[in-house]
Each structure stands twice: as structure tokens, then as C-alpha cells.
């Protein structure tokens, strides 16, 4: 791997990292409304996987989906502004922080229904298959989506049809509070691509490097005729499941064990072990993104709340009827 | 003009809009080799082939939601739930997805599904495969819901389905598939949201859509005998719902008769109570009576089901018990 490439997905996960910190504060303020679900701890997976992403490739989760937006490359003062309900927010204040979605870079957005979007996506795939292109779906989901009907049946459908698109399980152990052994009849997730003859492959969500390799490799399997593709990456969600949970389910032992993989020091480690940067460029590199933050809580701020007209807009595309 | 059913209406209608745009397919449980269940799509998976004509595993949440995906990627997907009672299963998808995602992401995505569904009661299928819960689909901003009551308005209907950028539930009843009806060769539409007055009266309107409307026009010719003029509006879409045709008739005959299949208990039958009362109290001279299947589950045997369902009869007693 590259040094630049390595200092990117360092820029890019440190800028996730402060993106969903800042998030947690402007929640506790009141300034967030709704549910807020947090990606620290898995940074890795979203900017690993989307680093193998080439431009026509589409990218599809569910609701912990603020990386992925900041992964494709949207500017983060629009995801703020999502999030405090402006005018100016990506989805125009009207879908909040499980609604993040941008389109012209293949971004098909955040869905709030477990399992809901696994379909979509699937759709998605099957769009790009019809219209003779190379490009796939990246469709991302937590271990809870896979006890989910929409899980099997939209599996079973891209292996009978062959469709292009890599089911990303980000498996972080928990579907809220219950762990996957308490919920899945099998606990290892892998096994549940097999039934719809796929291949599934087990991957280090804290490794960012590794789930680049994964994703990567899913890409051409795909393209080598080997059908759609399972990567069932191992992460850990740090905080709660989303602002709130009393966290009764895990001990504090367990998360202070995950923490020391913790997948921004795992790459710093490697930053250093391939001598890609100093400790002074990194620091240099977070006060950059601090900047960004800034900026884009500083843009969400003085964005304007949507218009009284905009309720009845967007409702249909061909206008609001009766 | 021809006399077709309402079946070979809907046939020409996707068979005509397939040959005309490559983006348009069909998928579905038994669509492609077997033809169809009510053999709406017999021939297509010899003239189109596999690749357009989908034969789906038997799987109605993937069916509602892949069919939405590849709409939101650019292609028009006519996606086909062997009978409406399954699409339940699909709530989720048609509800929270499709007719959703176009506002939820501030107008970024469009949703261009069409879904086919054949539905009603009075075949002796029993309490779960006899439903008529249109207005269960109506309810929810978002979706277009429409279903037919002849054979030209289900082709110019569906075409403008098709074509429609928002996604459209398309509900077919089994009891109109054998109607015949005259039909223009070749291509037009008829736009999506516009009531139509298929019978003028004075002295009452029946409004209805659907198997509905077949029932009132029956119940009409009948009145008509006796020397009772009723005008029949059929809405042809819930949602859109258009008024005007309603409250123009009801300001003429100060009284109105709804008949639909579907239960009386916040049904269309509720929603044009409301509405009337809302918009045209002053030309209120009786009360809005609604016609509708009684609150059970349908029954198995026969005399038992068609006791609990709408015919012609209830329709006229509801117009005596006002005029």
C-alpha cells in the first residue's frame, strides 16, 4: 500500500472519528434531534471498503451510515447541516442522520428500517447487470440485518440472477443490545452466505488495509463471473448503539479489550511500521481536520431552517396532487 | 376501435410500452415461462426473453424492494405481485421505501416502480386471498394508487404508469378481467388523477372506481327502470383523488351513494363522506350513504361469501333509503 494512500484513509478515519465526536456534543446540546448512531470503533470498515470503490460503483447502508456519506466524498458541512435540520443539509433537512444520501456519487443513502435497503441495493445491482455496465453495489448492513427476511430474500435472488454486489456485513456483535450468539441460530455470520452459494470471507473490520484487500478482491471475483460476493468484516461499535443506550448488555472489560485494536491506532502503527509519515505530519493531519469540522458546524449554524413551502415539495416527482 | 377485455387491455398496454422502451421489465412470481397466473403476460417471455421478463423465487419483500432499486438506478421495473393479498408482505417496501425516498432525501432519488396487483373477493379463496384493502395503499402520501373499471382506462391508465416518474400501485380486480370494453388501436393515455363521470343522472351519484363502479353502473341501468336517474363517477386512482367530478354531481343531485368492495370502516367510502361534508355541506339534502363488504373475513362457501359482498341490490335500497 502506498504512503499517500495510507495517510488518506488515516485523514479520512480521523475525520469520521471527530465528525461523530462533534455529533455526540451537538446531540447532548440538543441540537441534534431524533436517533444519532455512532461509527467510532468502525471507521475502518466504511473507508477501507470505500477506498476500493471505483467512481461508478454505488454505496447503500442502513442507519449508522454518516462514514459512508464522508467516505464517497461529501462535503461534511452538507451532512452537518442534515443534521441540524437546515435547508442546506444533503437531504434538505428532511431525512436526518439515518437519511444521509448523495447521489451523484453513487451514495443511495441511509435507511432507518433494519434490512429495508439490503433489496434496494440489491435493485440497484440488478439495474447495472440489465444495463451491460461493470460497476457494483457495495451494500452494507449490521449483524442484526442478517436475521432479517429481507436478508434472505434478497440474497437468494442475486445468486439466482447472478447480480453484482458485495454484501458488506459490518459485524459489530451487537443488534442493539442483543449479541449475535443470542440472536443468530449460527454464530458465525459466514455461514449464512453459503446457503445462496457464496463464498463468504471473514475480514479484520479494524484492519482498514485488510478490508481495503477484501473489497478489493470482491470486486474482481465479481467480475471474474464468480457472482455476487459476502464479507462478513469483524468490528466493534465503541459507544452505544445509538445516544442513550445504558450499555447493560457488554462490560466495561470487553470494550477496553476492543479498544486496543482500535482500528485509527492500528493504522497509526502501520504508519510508522512503513515509516509513511512522522508523528508531527499526523497531528498535522488532525488539526486539519479539526479545521473542516469547524467549518462545517460553522456552515450548518448560520444555514437557514427549510422554508414553510418546502413541506408539500419532493413529496412526488410529478408534483403534489390532491 | 375494438371490443378486448380488460385482460388483453392490460397485456397491450405493457406489451406495448416494452417495445417501446428498453428500460421497461417485468418481475414476478410466474410472469415469465408459465405466462402469468391470470395470463396477463402469455407470449412475453417468448418475445422479450428472460432477461425482461423475470421470473422471481417466490419472495415478495425482495420482489417489492429490487424492483424499487433498479427503478431508483434508471430502469422502469413493472413489478408483479401474483395477487394484492401477498403484497402485504411487500407493505414495508412500497410504504417506507418507494413512497418515501424521494422526499426523505430532498428530492435526489426518483422511484419509478410500478407494482401490479390482482385482487377482491368472490371467488371462494377464503378470508386471506379474497382482500380488497385498497384503501389501505391509499393512505399514504407518496404512492399513486389506481384500479381500473374498464377496459380503456386500464390501458391508458397503466401506460401512464409506466411512464409516471413517481411509483404507482396498479390494482387489478379479477371479476373485470372478462369485461369487454372498446379500445382504440395503438397508443394513448389517460392521465393519472382524473374522476370520470361514465353515467349522467340528476337525482344521485354513485361514486365508485373499480368493481365498484361496475356494480353501480348495474345498479344505475336498474334505477333507471324504475325512473331514477343516477349519475356514476368513477375515480379510477384514490390517490391522486380528484373532487371536482364528485362535487360538481353531488351540487346537481344534493345526494350521494358510495359503493366499494373494500370494508366499510376507514375506507374510500369514509374518506369521500368527509370530504363531501367538508366541501359540499350546503348541498347536503341527505345523508352520505357508504356501500361496502361487511365486517368479516370472507368466508369459503359461496352463498355465504357473496352475502357479505356488494351487489347491486344494496345499491339500490342505499338509494331509496335517500331519495
Redesign the interface.
Known sequence: MNKATLLEWYRQMVLVRRFEQKCAELYQLGKIGGFLHLYIGQEAVAIGSIGARREQDHVITAYRDHAHALAVGTDPKFLMAELLGKATGVSKGKGGSMHFADVKRHFWGGYGIVGGHVPLGTGIALAEQYKGTDAVVLCYMGDGSTNIGYFHESLNMAGVWDLPIIYIIENNQYGMGTSVERASAVPDISTKALPYGMDPRKVDGMNVVEVYEATNAAIKAIHDGKGPQFLNVITYRFEGHSMGDPLRYRTKSEVEKWREDDPIGVLEREIYAKKAASKDKLEKIDEEVEKVIEEAVDFAEKSPFPSPEALFEDVYVEGQPA | MALITMRQAITDALREEMRRDERV?IMGEEVGVWGGTYAVTRGFFDEFGA?RV?D??I?E??I????????????R?VAEFMTINFAFLAL??MI??AAK??????????C?VVYRAVGGGGRQLGATHSHTPDAVFAHF??L?VISPSTPYDAKGLLKSAIR???PVLFIEHHTLYQIRGEVPEGDYTVPI?VSNVRREGRDVTLIAYAQGAQVAMEAADQLAREGIEAEVIDLRSL?????EPVLASFRKTFRAVIVEEGYRSYGVGAEIAARLQEEGFDYMDAPIKRVAQYEVPLPYSRELEQSALINKDRVITAVKEIL
Do not use: C, W
Not at chain 2, 425516498?101 to 426518483?110: D, E, L, P, S, T
Not at chain 2, 390517490?239 to 373532487?243: A, H, S
Open positions: 421489465f432477461k423475470r422471481t423465487p419472495s419483500m425482495a417489492g424492494g429490487v424492483s424499487a432499486g433498479a427503478a431508483m438506478n434508471g430502469l421495473p414495508d417496501q417506507n421505501h425516498v424521494h422526499y426523505m432525501f430532498g428530492g435526489q432519488i426518483k419509478p402520501p407518496g399513486i409516471s416518474e413517481d388523477g390517490r391522486p383523488l380528484d373532487m
